[in-house]
């Protein structure tokens, strides 16, 4: 089995607000671990990289928990911006060929 | 401007005429693949490069080819295209230094199969 399962959403909240959006993965094999984001009918583009120790680029956090084979994505002081689609990636092999994707998690930020 | 470029966008089609979407990088890359999105799917790998002429297999090969003779290339052909092709398809690409790091996608194409 080689699944990433995310909640569909949608996550509507007001600017300002801190939202938190969540992947589990199947294979615990996995290497790699992403969050890219998705706007309408655009190209998917790299977020973040997710690593056990957690990384942080400015409002976002990324954060990957192996042993239970969970990551997670934290939003902080939404922006009208930020409304798009969360797409959480994991890549199965060391060489870097397998990729699998989640089906996203859509997220509306209103003023 | 480091890039990956896709064409045509956008591509409306009969069943069996054959057509080829084609994809360029800029960056060197070593490694190319191709990904179709279906509502309610998410994104599904077709095929992968990871150099010139070497090309495997990804999920959902059924029904379509590629090919890599040069290493800025890798189109994506279907011999006989089928309304259940009718997808939004992205290629991408990464170095394999950095297939870690991340792909960079190209901007998709948009094909319908009538």
């Known amino acids: 089995r080689k699944e990433v399962e995310q909640d569909p959403g949608p996550f509507n909240v007001p600017e300002g607000a801190t939202v938190a959006f969540n992947c589990t993965y199947s294979?615990?094999?996995?290497?790699?671990f992403f969050w890219y984001r998705q706007d309408c009918r655009k190209e998917p583009k790299l977020l973040m990289s997710?690593?056990?120790s957690g990384n942080e680029d400015g409002r976002f956090t990324a954060q990957l928990n192996r042993a239970s084979q969970y990551i997670s994505l934290l939003i902080r002081d939404s922006k009208l911006s930020d409304s798009a689609t969360y797409l959480c990636?994991?890549?199965?092999?060391?060489?870097?060929?397998?990729?699998?994707f989640g089906k996203g998690t859509t997220l509306s930020v209103s003023s | 401007e480091a890039q990956v470029t896709q064409n045509p966008r956008y591509l409306i089609t009969v069943t069996g005429k054959k057509l080829t979407v084609t994809c360029s990088q800029n960056?060197?890359?070593?490694?190319m693949s191709w990904y179709r999105q279906d509502p309610g799917l998410g994104l599904r790998q077709i095929y992968y490069s990871m150099n010139v002429e070497v090309t495997d297999k990804g999920d959902v090969p059924e029904g379509y080819k590629v090919s890599r003779k040069e290493k800025r290339n890798f189109p994506l052909i279907l011999e006989s295209p089928s309304p259940n092709q009718t997808s939004l398809y992205f290629c991408a690409s990464t170095s394999n230094s950095e297939a870690n790091y991340g792909y960079t996608f190209g901007s998709g194409t948009r094909l319908t199969v009538v």
């Open positions: 997710v690593y056990s």
């Open positions: 960056m060197n890359h070593e490694y």
């Open positions: 294979n615990s094999a996995s290497q790699s």
């Open positions: 990636v994991v890549i199965l092999n060391q060489a870097g060929t397998a990729l699998i």
